[in-house]
């Protein structure tokens, strides 16, 4: 089946610093990848979704300029989180679709910000 | 606005016991609806998904029901097993342009008791 691998899976940084979190298709071409956020014990949700040489379209409430967003290749998208914050401590699940429009999930990164 | 939610957060159940797992949708349009499974510290792992034309699909001990009357989906786990234990979430594919958007529930948490 289709894998989704994330990189890194665990990082701590300190607040005001920037990180970067990848998220690559290892055996298909994804055409769209998303990025979600989850807190502790609650859902997923949808913070931008990205095409391929296009720029990131982002949901409601989600701020452009601190989560950036870079679909470089059809099995590359980047999230950068820039001047992290305490309150963005989160885990942060990628997901790529291919042409069939189904959705692979990554297996998350986990951000503290100290 | 748009949003998918549980009846039950929590879920105990006894091992090799059936368990059905609740979720409600929101938005009448939706075509495709999909479960997922979430353990500890993992993303999402696709279980099962069901399209608007049809009322049930089943997998193997999985079993989706989709009643689009009272917008109404569950997963049904036949013999459930330690391992089935995680976090369930149902995703609804409501109608967009452009990419496949998936809206979360709030997931319900299934632990299975030996």
């Known amino acids: 089946g289709a894998v989704v691998s994330q990189h890194p899976s665990r990082v701590i940084c300190k607040s005001g610093t920037s990180v970067k979190i990848e998220c690559r298709s290892l055996d298909f071409q994804a055409t769209t990848m998303f990025w979600y956020r989850q807190f502790p014990k609650q859902s997923l949700m949808l913070m931008a979704t990205s095409n391929e040489g296009s720029k990131a379209t982002y949901e409601q409430g989600v701020e452009k300029d601190k989560f950036l967003i870079n679909h470089a290749s059809l099995t590359l998208s980047t999230l950068t989180v820039t001047s992290a914050h305490p309150e963005d401590s989160s885990f942060y699940i990628c997901?790529?679709?291919?042409?069939?429009?189904?959705?692979?999930f990554g297996p998350g990164t986990r951000l503290t910000v100290t | 606005g748009e949003s998918v939610g549980l009846h039950l957060p929590t879920l105990s159940v006894q091992e090799g016991d059936n368990s059905i797992i609740n979720c409600a949708y929101s938005n009448s349009a939706s075509d495709y609806f999909i479960w997922y499974k979430q353990e500890s510290g993992k993303g999402p792992q696709f279980i099962i998904d069901i399209r608007s034309n049809m009322d049930k699909r089943q997998g193997q001990r999985v079993t989706v029901l989709l009643n689009k009357t009272v917008k109404h989906l569950s997963l049904q786990i036949a013999a459930t097993q330690p391992g089935d234990s995680a976090v369930y979430f149902c995703a609804e594919n409501p109608p967009s342009g452009g990419y496949n958007k998936l809206i979360f529930g709030a997931g319900t948490r299934l632990a299975v008791h030996p």
């Open positions: 997901s790529a679709a291919g042409t069939s429009g189904e959705q692979y």
